[in-house]
C-alpha cells in the first residue's frame, strides 16, 4: 500500500524559508515523478513543482521557480520542497504527489497516489 506522508508545514513571515518533506514507502519509486501541489483556500488545487524520481529532472510552475527546488533523498525514500523568499500568496496546503507513467506532467489527474497534505500560512 502506497503512503505519502508530509510533513514541515506552518507560520512564517514574508521573506522566511520552508522545507516540505514527503515520506514515500509501500514500493519502490524510482520509475516514478513525485510532486507538489496547493490548494489556497477557495481555490482549485495547482501544480507547483515535480521531479523525475530516476534522473532528478524538474519542472516548476512560473509563480515558484527561482524561489522553490524540489529534491529527492533516494536512501530515505523522501521528497522535498525548499521554499525560499515566502510570499502571502505561496499560503495553502501543500499536498505530495506521486505519478506511475507520466514524466514530469504538471495534470492532476495523471497522479496516483496523494498525501493528506500540510499547510503552510505566509504572514505579511
Known amino acids: 500500500q502506497v503512503q505519502l506522508v508530509e510533513s514541515g508545514g506552518g507560520l512564517v513571515q514574508a521573506g522566511g524559508s520552508l522545507r516540505l518533506s514527503c515520506a514515500a514507502s509501500?514500493?519502490?519509486?524510482?520509475?516514478?515523478?513525485m510532486a507538489w501541489f496547493r490548494q489556497a483556500p477557495g481555490k482549485e488545487r495547482e501544480f507547483v513543482a515535480s521531479?523525475?524520481?530516476?534522473?532528478?529532472?524538474?519542472y516548476y510552475t512560473g509563480s515558484v521557480r527561482g524561489r522553490f527546488t524540489i529534491s529527492r533523498d533516494n536512501a530515505k525514500n523522501t521528497v522535498y520542497l525548499q521554499m525560499n523568499i515566502l510570499k502571502p500568496e505561496d499560503t495553502a496546503v501543500y499536498y505530495c504527489?506521486?505519478?506511475?507513467?507520466?514524466?514530469?506532467?504538471?495534470?492532476?489527474?495523471?497522479?496516483?497516489?496523494w498525501g493528506q497534505g500540510t499547510h503552510v500560512t505566509v504572514s505579511s
Open positions: 509501500g514500493r519502490t519509486f524510482s520509475s516514478y515523478t
Open positions: 521531479i523525475a524520481w530516476s534522473s532528478g529532472n524538474t
Open positions: 504527489a506521486a505519478s506511475r507513467g507520466s514524466i514530469l506532467t504538471t495534470r492532476l489527474s495523471d497522479y496516483n497516489y
